[in-house]
């Protein structure tokens, strides 16, 4: 990758709500040295930005880029080390800026929950992106680095311990308080649109595989579908369906697969939410289903979308500081090995998970793929945070609050 350039970062969709939540995270946080810039639309939007972020961010350049002119994005692609967007949906607005990154050897991150983009971003740019040396990261906020991380942290103990390979590992979501962003709504709703247009593409939001390098190489282990019920597991209680699994699941698996499949040939991985023990924890997961259920169904019909659109937060608003920071999440990550030793990981953090953790998460990627890049594994090409960034970006998060840790279970 080139690495002269103008700018170690540049913020696009800063305007957005959670892009001025990473923008102001980065104007906190951020080396001194290091060279911001904001991009997005407005002139005038992006100037009152920088103006609200304090002097650290004064001399931050305001470049206007719609995320359908090209030609704008590639000379923003050109004039940085690393692109962070929270331009979304992402595969209405987001593949042309990939394009222009995997091109230019930039590196580039997204908050994309989004399974049909990110296998059109795979088939369409990994080849240019591994020539070129760009990390091309998706996913890179609640969905997926707690699930990518945490079981990279596993992985690691049990190699080190001469413990095996993984072969079970669920997460489990034990501790939540905050909501969903508007835009990972907004990728929901993109995404329930483009399945009703074709079978073809139902069947890859399905696949527990949709995101492999080779789907063909990927093991038979029969069904691995995500929980859609509630359940009781005698060692974690009463479960419930997770609402990111299909996300964070693929982008797991894809991990394993990059990196020759060394979590395991026989590794399998799931999601879920826990509701507890008690004699009401039942009726709590089936609440739980009965919600999933009834948001996806309100969605895809057309009267109720219209009144669930009028509730439901849109992709530039969100909560007030103040419920921002009473947010938090804890996930603790459960597994078991070929050699018959347990582990569990906890990756927790303070914040509202979609908005205020996910703000640190993605600001803290963008400095590790802008500054790091003599410390990062591997090369170029549309990978995942767990192989664009690994122990790297787990030390940066560390360093920011969050907990990524594992034992012996």
Request: hydrophobic share 45%; with cysteine.
């Amino acid at each position: 990758m080139t690495t002269e350039r103008e700018l170690d970062v540049v913020v696009h969709g800063a305007t957005g709500f959670v892009g001025r939540l990473t923008a102001a995270y980065l104007a906190e946080h951020a080396p001194e040295t290091a060279r911001i810039g904001l991009a997005g639309r407005s002139q005038e939007r992006l100037e009152a930005l920088r103006a609200s972020l304090g002097p650290r961010a004064g001399a931050w350049p305001a470049i206007v880029a719609d995320s359908a002119d090209a030609a704008a994005l590639c000379a923003l692609a050109g004039r940085t080390r690393a692109v962070a967007t929270t331009a979304g949906p992402y595969r209405r607005h987001g593949l042309v800026l990939v394009e222009a990154c995997a091109a230019a050897g930039t590196h580039y991150a997204d908050l994309a929950g989004e399974v049909l983009f990110m296998r059109e971003s795979i088939d369409r740019c990994h080849a240019a992106a591994a020539a070129s040396g760009a990390r091309i990261v998706h996913a890179c906020g609640f969905d997926s680095i707690p699930s990518d991380l945490g079981v990279l942290l596993l992985h690691g103990a049990a190699a080190a311990d001469g413990a095996g390979e993984l072969e079970d590992v669920t997460f489990v979501l034990s501790a939540m308080r905050g909501g969903f962003s508007g835009g990972t709504l907004a990728s929901m709703r993109g995404q329930l649109d483009e399945v009703r247009g074709g079978r073809s593409l139902l069947a890859v939001v399905k696949d527990p595989y949709a995101l492999s390098p080779d789907r063909a190489a990927e093991p038979d282990l029969g069904r691995q579908g995500d929980l859609q019920t509630v359940t009781r597991d005698d060692e974690l209680g009463w479960l419930a369906p997770f609402v990111m699994a299909s996300i964070n699941t693929r982008v797991v698996r894809r991990s394993n697969a990059l990196q020759g499949w060394a979590y395991g040939r026989r590794f399998r991985y799931r999601e879920v939410m826990s509701v507890g023990d008690g004699p009401l924890a039942p009726v709590k997961g089936a609440g739980v289903v009965a919600g999933l259920g009834g948001l996806v169904a309100g969605l895809s019909f057309g009267p109720t979308r219209a009144v669930l659109d009028r509730v439901l937060p849109s992709p530039g608003d969100g909560p007030g500081e103040a419920a921002r920071r009473k947010g938090f999440f804890r996930i603790d990550l459960h597994a078991r090995t070929s050699g018959g030793r347990r582990y569990r990981a906890r990756v927790a953090a303070q914040g509202d998970p979609g908005y205020a953790a996910t703000a640190v998460m993605f600001g803290e990627t963008a400095l590790c793929l802008a500054l790091d890049g003599g410390r990062l594994p591997g090369g170029g090409g549309v990978l995942t945070p767990a192989t664009a960034m690994g122990s790297v970006l787990v030390e940066r998060l560390r360093g920011a609050g969050q907990t990524y840790e594992v034992t012996p279970a």
